[in-house]
């Protein structure tokens, strides 16, 4: 009898291993710049992770989601500013506004699908961003809401600075990761994949696939509340360019261009775009013109996104 072959270790689980142990320890030895990028990738790999909840998970493709992001973001600056509310109110009053909204915007759009769900969310974030445009009596307007004090402070941690707020990042990016990997993988996860690969399928069988999906839009509502909380604090201000189109179609390439249904690819996207919206930028004035060419080759040779290279190739 044949002695069964040794595997090799997926490659997917080298890199995310070596990817935590340069989060975790990395840092202290960066500069302030490169701690304020990795910063930038931990929060925007949570609201990453929370459109591919929609996208990956549950096949429903949106170009609105930065909204809850951006809505989050300016309940902590109004609370914090404006009302002199304590961190625990503003923390809370960002997190309901932008659940909140995903609550009720999800009954209008959970019953469409397809290119019909991808017009109506950008849509109403377009009317998010024009709200948070004109609204200037309550959001600023252009000006936006600046003073938003630092969370560490307010926390009582006993440093301040880019390193502490990073490993506060970090702690609330592992918490999402978590529970997002935890609702994936549950029945109500494996729900959203049904629905996602053929959803008269589930329906025949008895699933409420509205239901499913309509939850599915206030839990990822949910998760870019928190990312807009933390990128509150961490601009110390906010803007309508959190809710506008551009925004929400960088998150859309994030996805896709880490790869959809995999929750680690979404963070991988959101390291590239960083990095190469911030590095490239500093060169060239053309670093759009590199990030489109880097998404076409992507698409080209991984169509599937980067961390699901090399996937179709296992037996």
């Given at each position: 009898m044949a002695e069964p072959r040794a595997t090799a270790p997926d490659w997917r689980l080298v890199v995310a291993g070596l990817g935590a142990v340069f989060l975790l320890a990395a840092p202290p030895f960066l500069s302030a710049y490169w701690v304020g990028l990795l910063t930038q990738v931990v929060i925007l790999g949570i609201l990453a992770m929370s459109l591919?909840?929609?996208?990956?998970?549950?096949?429903?493709?949106?170009?609105?989601?930065?909204?809850?992001f951006g809505v989050a973001a300016y309940g902590v600056g109004i609370l914090s500013t404006t009302y002199q509310a304590g961190v625990v109110a503003s923390i809370?009053?960002?997190?309901?506004?932008?659940?909140?909204?995903?609550?009720?915007?999800?009954?209008?759009?959970?019953?469409?699908r397809d290119v019909y769900f991808l017009m109506i969310t950008m849509a109403l974030g377009m009317v998010l961003w024009g709200l948070s445009f004109?609204?200037?009596?309550?959001?600023?307007?252009?000006?936006?809401?600046?003073?938003?004090?630092?969370?560490?402070?307010?926390?009582?941690l006993p440093a301040t600075g880019p390193i502490p707020f990073y490993y506060l990042a970090l702690v609330v990016f592992a918490a999402c990761i978590v529970l997002m990997m935890v609702l994936v993988k549950s029945p109500f996860g494996l729900?959203?994949?049904?629905?996602?690969?053929?959803?008269?399928?589930?329906?025949?069988?008895?699933?409420?696939?509205?239901?499913h999906g309509y939850l599915s839009y206030v839990c990822a509502g949910a998760f870019a509340s928190v990312a807009g909380i933390m990128w509150a604090y961490y601009n110390g201000f906010v803007s309508p360019t959190y809710l506008d189109l551009t925004a929400s179609s960088e998150l859309f390439l994030m996805v896709t261009l880490g790869g959809p249904a995999t929750l680690?690819?979404?963070?991988?996207?959101?390291?590239?775009?960083?990095?190469?919206?911030?590095?490239?930028?500093?060169?060239?004035?053309?670093?759009?013109?590199?990030?489109?060419?880097?998404?076409?080759?992507?698409?080209?040779?991984?169509?599937?996104?980067l961390w699901n290279l090399g996937r179709h190739r296992r037996s």
């Open positions: 591919d909840l929609l996208i990956g998970y549950t096949g429903l493709p949106s170009l609105g989601h930065a909204g809850f809370a009053g960002g997190f309901i506004a932008g659940t909140g909204l995903a609550a009720l915007l999800g009954l209008i759009v959970s019953h469409v004109r609204w200037i009596p309550v959001t600023g307007g252009d000006n936006g809401i600046a003073g938003i004090p630092r969370l560490e402070t307010l926390i009582g729900t959203l994949q049904g629905i996602r690969e053929h959803e008269p399928r589930m329906r025949s069988l008895g699933f409420n696939t509205w239901l680690v690819g979404p963070v991988i996207g959101a390291g590239a775009i960083v990095i190469l919206k911030n590095v490239m930028s500093a060169y060239t004035a053309r670093w759009l013109l590199i990030l489109g060419i880097v998404y076409i080759v992507t698409i080209l040779w991984a169509p599937q996104g």
